[in-house]
């Protein structure tokens, strides 16, 4: 009988907490991410975008409308992911850019497939002459955007500019194994 009682007292608080568990993490995962005042601004028709340095939940919230069904080739993750854990990423790109809004949904979702850590990346939305209110964005002489830039410490690798010549992720594993790449606008 004592074992009964035991065994109905322990699953009754077993399901007790991981209700509240649960209730903790959709909190969490409903956090509100506010947009600050200091990061929006106008593009040339006097509609509302990111200018400044932003962060990826910010980046997501601005772009929630912003869909990607793209498929990238699970083979060539495989062998980027080894290869990018220590790396760095700067992402320069305009909100108001159909360029950005084509090829970033899918640079962040093969980032996240392949667990880095997006935290790490540095993000800079630029208006339509590729600046910000205070020229962060001065230190990566743009060409056009979105421009995704690598690092091997503070040393620039190489950059992915405007669109990928074969795909994001060949792209992406050229780059990073050190083979001969040239993005679309290079001289």
Not at 46 to 74: C, F, H, P, R
Request: charged content about 30%; glycine content about 4%; hydrophobic content about 35%.
């Amino acid at each position: 009988m004592k074992t009964k009682l035991f065994l109905v007292v322990f699953l009754s608080l077993a399901q007790i907490n991981c209700n509240s568990n649960l209730s903790q993490k959709k909190k969490v995962n409903n956090k509100k991410i506010v947009i600050p005042e200091s990061l929006k601004g106008r593009d040339l028709e006097g509609n509302e975008i990111l200018l400044g340095e932003v962060n990826i939940d910010q980046l997501k919230e601005y772009t929630k409308d912003w869909s990607s069904n793209y498929n990238a080739d699970s083979d060539v993750l495989e062998k980027i992911k080894p290869l990018i854990k220590k790396r760095g990423i700067v992402l320069i790109m305009g909100t108001w850019c159909e360029d950005s809004e084509r090829e970033i949904p899918a640079f962040i979702n093969i980032l996240e497939s392949i667990n880095y850590d997006i935290t790490k990346m540095r993000i800079i939305a630029v208006d339509e002459d590729k600046k910000t209110p205070n020229f962060i964005e001065k230190d990566y002489e743009l060409i056009n955007i979105p421009t995704i830039i690598f690092y091997d410490n503070k040393n620039e690798i190489n950059r992915i500019v405007e669109f990928p010549i074969k795909s994001i992720e060949e792209d992406m594993l050229d780059i990073l194994s050190g083979k001969s790449y040239k993005h679309a606008y290079y001289k």
